[in-house]
């Protein structure tokens, strides 16, 4: 009761001068309503299960913790690809640095643009997915998202969408503190790839609501990088539809501290769901979590997370990922892998998959590694006159390569195998 107490009271006193921003009637209520699941669930800390072993305390301080800025010389990811351009600094879309919101098959808006018309679609999806993720794991940083909230986008696909949709993030701020939250709501047969990069602030909160109808394809590839100092907590809530399809991916550089958690409910039969994921950390001030859960609730459909990570120097890196099959939900293919390459004897990774069904005919598993490279392999390569530096690197490159291959499209998987294959170089 005491902790209990304690636990509010440090809400209460976190929450204690917010405004909600104003908006149409429909937004104001969502966001009214987020703002009291969080006064009610109470922020985290490291003694709740979900968080135990991820410290979010600088994620739930009332002050952003200053990050200094990093200069990048590798240049923006994706310039090949004919893309849409929105571009976010310190967390404010800035118009000038955007591309014309403009695409066959995409009708693209600003949030705060759609949070103040009376009738508009996204009512029925912000704030609408993250509350059914709330059960049965509560996820308060998501409902405050919900609640603050005043920039991101709303994205309607219509039909497939003619370019990818490409979200910057750019840090310019050693002292900000964003909030964004996006909203896809993707049409029956339509198609759409959203691409998101950049560190976007000192510290990040990021909510992306996908809605998928039957027969819709949505494809996620994200790169985090690549500011030492930034932390950013993100969730991507999605529902699926008959024989939709969720792809997502996401490549992980650099960070004090990442928490990207991503809640998938699967709603109609033959759909498929896949989560990916890589980092590379160096250093004892990296931490990085990936924290999945899955719900299966129709028949014949198909999940799939793979999660590598890379880690030296001290770093740490976690993985929390469920897979729930309800009653019902026959012919489930449930897979799920979690692996660590741990480069050094001080860097530490922590793994907690689960499985819990309640269906008979079902294919479901779960698989978690640790462990450093392999010394045949690379006496192997070394025999044949490749530098130990270059051994090695090839060496994880080829640990990470299950996890690329989720990305569908193989130029972007390209662009972040060469990104990848740099950091490595530079980390020798």
């Not at 890589?278 to 799939?304: I, L, M, P, Q, Y």
Request: hydrophobic letters at 45%.
């Amino acid at each position: 009761m005491a902790l209990a107490k304690l636990k509010m009271d440090a809400t209460q006193a976190r929450l204690a001068d917010v405004v909600l921003p104003d908006g149409a009637a429909w937004g104001n209520a969502a966001r009214a309503d987020a703002l009291a699941r969080v006064q009610a669930m109470g922020l985290p800390t490291k003694r709740d299960e979900y968080w135990k072993y991820t410290d979010p305390a600088s994620l739930v301080a009332h002050d952003a913790p200053k990050a200094a800025l990093f200069h990048n010389d590798e240049g923006p990811l994706f310039t090949a690809v004919d893309r849409v351009r929105v571009v976010f600094v310190d967390g404010v879309f800035d118009a000038d640095a955007s591309d014309d919101l403009r695409a066959e098959g995409l009708e693209i808006e600003r949030l705060s643009d759609a949070m103040k018309t009376d009738i508009h679609w996204a009512k029925d999806v912000y704030g609408v997915l993250e509350t059914r993720g709330q059960t049965p794991v509560a996820r308060p940083l998501a409902a405050l998202n919900t609640a603050l909230a005043t920039d991101g986008v709303v994205i309607r696909v219509t039909g497939k969408a003619s370019k990818p949709v490409n979200l910057i993030y750019l840090h310019q701020d050693e002292n900000s503190d964003a909030i964004l939250h996006n909203v896809v709501k993707v049409e029956a047969g339509a198609e759409v790839t959203l691409l998101e990069t950049g560190p976007a602030a000192a510290r990040f909160s990021k909510a992306l609501e996908v809605d998928i109808a039957d027969g819709g394809t949505f494809h996620h590839v994200r790169a985090q990088g690549r500011d030492h100092e930034r932390r950013a907590v993100t969730h991507c809530f999605a529902r699926l539809g008959a024989a939709a399809t969720f792809k997502s991916f996401t490549l992980t550089f650099n960070g004090v501290l990442t928490r990207n958690e991503c809640i998938l409910e699967i709603v109609g039969n033959d759909a498929v769901a896949h989560v990916a994921g890589a980092c590379v950390g160096d250093g004892k001030d990296f931490h990085h979590d990936d924290t999945v859960f899955v719900t299966h609730d129709a028949v014949n459909c198909e999940s799939r997370q793979v999660f590598k990570k890379v880690l030296r120097n001290g770093a740490t890196g976690v993985f929390q990922g469920k897979i729930l099959v309800k009653p019902g939900a026959q012919k489930t293919d449930g897979y799920q892998i979690s692996q660590a390459l741990l480069l050094d004897d001080d860097s530490q990774f922590l793994a907690k998959p689960e499985l819990e069904i309640y269906a008979d005919d079902v294919a479901c598993s779960h698989g978690s590694t640790s462990g450093a490279i392999d010394e045949t392999a690379l006496f192997y390569l070394r025999s044949r006159g490749v530098s130990h530096n270059e051994a090695r690197n090839l060496l994880t490159l080829s640990f990470v390569a299950e996890a690329l291959e989720e990305i569908a499209d193989d130029t972007l998987a390209d662009e972040l195998r060469d990104r990848l294959e740099g950091w490595l170089s530079r980390h020798s």
